[in-house]
């Protein structure tokens, strides 16, 4: 799995021109699932993402999560964070999982970091959505589960 992870002021989905999806201060996440990704790998990244310290304590250093901040979460799939552009001009997403496979392991995430206490927001599966955010810092982590 991969993940782009935004720490952001707030952030919404729309599809169609309707907002499916809303937060406030917390984290976007976008998220990607490899054909090869099993369900530890979903635990893990959760892990990682309910814990990453990249929030600012009181002395401004990223030093709390958002968990413990309070924040929210904001769930995209992307696959396209699969495309290897590496030949040609059109990326492949050949390593890309098919939706029968990248569903269960987007349903698993969300889950554990419900679990985790978090709330959880979802863009919409295979949809053509409309991702707004205003980034907080910036600050934009790449997590992927193969590095771990």
Known sequence: MRAVIQRVREASVSVDGREVAAIGPGVLIFLGVGHADAAEAARWLAGKVAELRIFEDAEGKMNRSVRETG??????????????????????????APPDAAVPLLRAFVSDLRERGLPVQEGVFGARMQVRMVNDGPVTILLDTADR
Request: glycine fraction near 12%; aromatic fraction near 12%; proline fraction near 4%.
């Open 71 to 96: 924040g929210a979460v904001l769930v995209v799939s992307q696959f396209t964070l699969y495309g290897d552009a590496r030949k040609g001009r059109r990326p492949s997403f050949a390593d890309a």
